[in-house]
């Protein structure tokens, strides 16, 4: 078992918090992703590429994927002439991550003395430190970015209990709410529900899509790229 740091935002926080989101998705990349090469020396999007479930030969559980060299990177990196790499080798790529491991959540905080941590995230500390900059005879307290969260400021730890690898699109509306959506606006009028219709169609996914994208269309990963990505699914710890 494995303790890692992860980084949620607010609507997520308080997803959690309140039982509805026991999934994340985070995008295959370099820093979640463990193998011989990085992932970003890998062709994800080569029609090769493809998730086993493992477990592996050497005994890794998986699941992993399988993805053709980029050559022409790894040559970059390492040095290597460019027949060192041969193009028609598939390498295996791990997440960090597997069930039995912890993570820890960050998240925007601060810390208004040494004994109080508040979160962002609480609607209470949004309105206090709100009341704290309205009123000169308090100090100023500014919010910090969860990357400079330390272990001991962390109030959410959850126990990872499954993870796979797969291409975004193929979320369900299951794994959309387990994502902590609520609803969806109803495919055949368009409202959030309760609506009127007789027999409405929510969009958990659909929700979930507009969601994804204002989280990470400007780090390069909007939801119609259709990113490979690992599915963890958790239990928040008491």
């Known amino acids: 078992m494995k303790e890692h740091p992860i980084i949620m935002d607010g609507e997520s926080v308080r997803a959690i918090l309140a039982g509805r989101k026991t999934q994340t998705r985070r995008v295959v990349s370099d820093g979640n992703s463990q193998g011989n090469f990085w992932a970003s020396e890998l062709l994800l999007d080569d029609p090769q590429t493809f998730v086993d479930p493992g477990p592996s030969p050497a005994g890794n559980p998986g699941p992993y994927l399988h993805a053709p060299l980029d050559c022409e990177a790894i040559c970059e990196r390492l040095g290597w002439e460019p027949g060192d790499c041969n193009p028609t080798v598939v390498e295996r790529l791990y997440p960090r991550w597997f069930p039995g ?137 008491e």
């Open 101 to 237: 491991d912890r993570l820890w959540v960050r998240e925007t905080w601060a810390w208004p003395n040494e004994d109080d941590v508040i979160y962002r995230a609480d609607l209470e500390a949004r309105e206090l430190v709100a009341g704290w900059k309205r009123d000169p005879n308090y100090p100023q307290i500014s919010w910090r970015s969860p990357i400079l969260m330390p272990r001991w400021a962390s109030r959410i730890t959850l126990g990872v209990t499954d993870v796979r690898c797969e291409r975004l699109w193929e979320i369900s509306e299951e794994g959309a709410r387990a994502e902590g959506i609520t609803d969806g606006e109803c495919l055949d009028c368009g409202e959030p529900e309760p609506c009127g219709c007789d027999s409405p169609m929510p969009a958990p996914v659909d929700t979930f899509a507009r969601l994804w994208d204002a989280q990470n269309t400007k780090r390069g990963h909007p939801w119609v790229s259709n990113p490979w990505v690992w599915a963890i699914t958790f239990e928040a710890e």
